[in-house]
């Protein structure tokens, strides 16, 4: 008696379910790559605003904390060494706008201080940092 065998079918790699994994890895490194924000500061209260504020690069930021502490795109600096490491940091950019990061509980005196020593190096464009806080209806 003779058994009849059934032809051996080629293997075969499917495509599509490849494509599909794929294609969701891409969406979801897209998406979590557009949530991914680029702070050079450090993280403070700031005050809240109405208004949304213009996108700005924040290359150059002064973060003022609300203990008085000082920081320089995330180093810690004194009130006095400030121009010196500010004129350091712009050398490259002179024209570059200093971002004022300040905790809303901060002296007014304080940053006004800061302002003005980064102004003995010649900084002439200043932006102040707000929360957005959309109005409630």
């Known amino acids: 008696m003779k058994i009849e065998r059934k032809p051996l079918k080629k293997a075969r790699i499917e495509i599509i379910p490849m494509i599909d994994v794929i294609f969701f890895l891409l969406v979801f490194f897209m998406i979590s790559s557009l949530a991914h924000e680029k702070f050079n500061s ?3 209260n700031l005050p809240k605003t109405a208004s ?3 996108s700005i690069p ?3 930021t002064l973060t003022i904390e609300k203990t008085g502490d000082l920081y320089l795109n995330k180093n810690k600096i004194t009130l006095e060494s400030l121009s010196e490491t500010l004129a350091h940091v712009m050398r490259d950019m002179p024209d570059e706008t200093v971002i004022i990061n300040a905790d809303q509980g901060v002296n007014y005196g304080l940053v006004m201080s800061a302002m003005d020593e980064a102004k003995k190096i ?3 464009k200043f932006a102040l940092l707000s929360q ?3 109005m409630k209806k």
């Open 42 to 44: 450090v993280p403070v």
């Open 52 to 54: 949304n504020p213009n």
């Open 58 to 60: 924040q290359k150059i």
């Open 122 to 124: 010649g900084v002439r």
């Open 132 to 134: 957005f806080e959309r």
